[in-house]
T-cell receptor
Framework: DAGVIQSPRHEVTEMGQEVTLRCKPI?????LFWYRQTMMRGLELLIY????????DSGMPEDRFSAKMPNASFSTLKIQPSEPRDSAVYFCASSSPGPDTEAFFGQGTRLTVV | AQSVSQHNHHVILSEAASLELGCNYS??????LFWYVQYPGQHLQLLLK??????LVKGIKGFEAEFIKSKFSFNLRKPSVQWSDTAEYFCAVADDMRFGAGTRLTVKP
């Protein structure tokens, strides 16, 4: 398996624009996690899905952020409108069913909002 | 939700020194715990995990961690660090894969 695939790897956008980050989890995994990593705030869990259903979105910073998982093989994280403080590395991770499984991370998307 | 806390924000060691990074979790019931490592510019990778059984867990690259239920701790150890261990280390709880703040380790050659 190719692992968790995120796109794009780098994104530079202007303030106010819409940004969409994409994630393809490992086939067979049923949990998917979105994280944001910054120097100031560390690694924050934004939202996670189980069987395509959002379970906990309490980490989503504000209404400008939204996440969807229309099927088991694809998820998006959208920021609209984007702001400079959204600049960060966004990671997606997935894990397989069962209580003793770890999360596998994608390479991340480095977002810069200017 | 369960949470984890890491008390050491930045640790600086010389090569061959011993390492211990602290991790405490909040929940007293059944708990599953991980340590991940993030090398500069890379994504997180699993070092080791604890789910049940022997509380002393051995992972990759000579790392180990001990689960001490009475202390709510899962500290990461390595007897002799190398320059290549320079990275950020994260403790996580399996409930919802929530991570601690991370500990940055710098190993001086």
């Amino acid at each position: 398996d190719a692992g968790v695939i995120q796109s794009p790897r780098h994104e530079v956008t202007e303030m106010g624009q819409e940004v969409t980050l994409r994630c393809k989890p490992i086939s067979g995994h049923n949990s998917l996690f979105w994280y944001r990593q910054t120097m100031m705030r560390g690694l924050e869990l934004l939202i996670y899905f189980n069987n395509n259903v959002p379970i906990d979105d309490s980490g989503m910073p504000e209404d400008r952020f939204s996440a969807k998982m229309p099927n088991a093989s694809f998820s998006t994280l959208k920021i609209q409108p984007s702001e400079p403080r959204d600049s960060a590395v966004y990671f997606c991770a997935s894990s397989s069913p069962g209580p003793d499984t770890e999360a596998f991370f994608g390479q991340g998307t480095r977002l810069t909002v200017v | 939700a369960q949470s984890v806390s890491q008390h050491n924000h930045h640790v600086i060691l010389s090569e061959a020194a011993s390492l211990e990074l602290g991790c405490n979790y909040s929940y007293g019931g059944t708990v599953n715990l991980f340590w991940y490592v993030q090398y500069p510019g890379q994504h997180l990778q699993l070092l080791l995990k604890y789910f049940s059984g022997d509380p002393l867990v051995k992972g990759i690259k000579g790392f180990e961690a001990e689960f001490i239920k009475s202390k709510f701790s899962f500290n990461l150890r390595k007897p002799s660090v190398q320059w290549s261990d320079t990275a950020e280390y994260f403790c996580a709880v399996a409930d919802d894969m929530r991570f601690g703040a991370g500990t940055r380790l710098t190993v001086k050659p």
